[in-house]
């Protein structure tokens, strides 16, 4: 079956613009999550969604990092007013919700802020 | 909150030799505990998990992690190394909120 999508594949922007990352997990997964991923480096968590419950957003870096997921399904990462620092891959992932699932990853979202 | 520590940023190996990839954890609860490998200019793919039950875990690729939970650890090994194995290698916890931290990643180089 299909797996955890993302768009766009690479994202291109200059300073202080935003940019809006799209995530379409598997279906009938119930949870949902962000990463982030710096050149080389580990994965920073960001936001966590778990069917209705008010998501766990303790990893968003600042004010400018947002995020939505409509339905219980698709999700949006939001990113106003884009910084350099913002630059990395944005990973997503996708578990069906119950204790110890595994995530499954997507391919990411390799953002670049100019 | 739960936490994982990946105290290596680098391991290398010959080819052939057996392998270590370490990693300690800390969590309240129950943990269940994840390795991930990324190979370059790749997503991140599942390798094997421990949830309850036989401390030895086999998982993808002829790896397997040993949990022990009076060192809290969750060691990555496989008896004989590929060069094909070179890749980034993430350790995860998992607590019962299925909330889920990574470690740092430890960048695994195994040369002929």
């Known amino acids: 079956g299909a797996g955890v999508s993302q768009s766009p594949s690479n994202k291109v922007t200059e300073k202080g613009k935003d940019v809006e990352l799209r995530c379409d997990p598997i279906?009938?997964?119930?949870?949902l999550y962000w990463y982030r991923q710096s050149l080389g480096q580990g994965l920073e968590f960001l936001i966590y969604?778990?069917?209705?419950?008010?998501?766990?957003k303790s990893g968003l870096p600042s004010d400018r990092f947002s995020a939505e997921r409509t339905g219980g399904s698709v999700s949006t990462l939001t990113i106003q007013r884009t910084q350099q620092e913002d630059s990395a891959v944005y990973l997503c992932?996708?578990?069906?919700?119950?204790?110890?699932?595994?995530?499954?990853f997507g391919p990411g979202t390799r953002l670049l802020v100019l | 909150a739960q936490s994982v520590a990946q105290p290596e940023d680098q391991v290398n190996v010959a080819e052939g030799n057996p392998l270590t990839v370490k990693c300690t954890y800390s969590?309240?609860?129950?943990?269940?505990l994840f390795w991930y490998v990324q190979y370059p200019n790749r997503g991140l793919q599942f390798l094997l998990k421990?949830?309850?039950?036989?401390?030895l875990v086999k998982g993808s690729y002829g790896f397997e992690a040993e949990f022990n939970k009076s060192q809290t650890s969750f060691h990555l090994k496989k008896p004989s190394a590929l060069v094909s194995d070179s890749a980034l290698y993430f350790c995860?916890?998992?607590?019962?909120?299925?909330?889920?931290?990574f470690g740092a990643g430890t960048r695994l180089t195994v040369k002929p």
């Open positions: 992932a996708s578990s069906l919700g119950y204790e110890g699932e595994t995530q499954y």
């Open positions: 279906s009938g997964h119930t949870a």
């Open positions: 969604f778990q069917g209705n419950s008010a998501p766990d």
């Open positions: 969590v309240s609860g129950n943990p269940y």
């Open positions: 421990y949830i309850t039950g036989d401390n």
């Open positions: 995860a916890v998992k607590n019962n909120n299925n909330d889920m931290r």
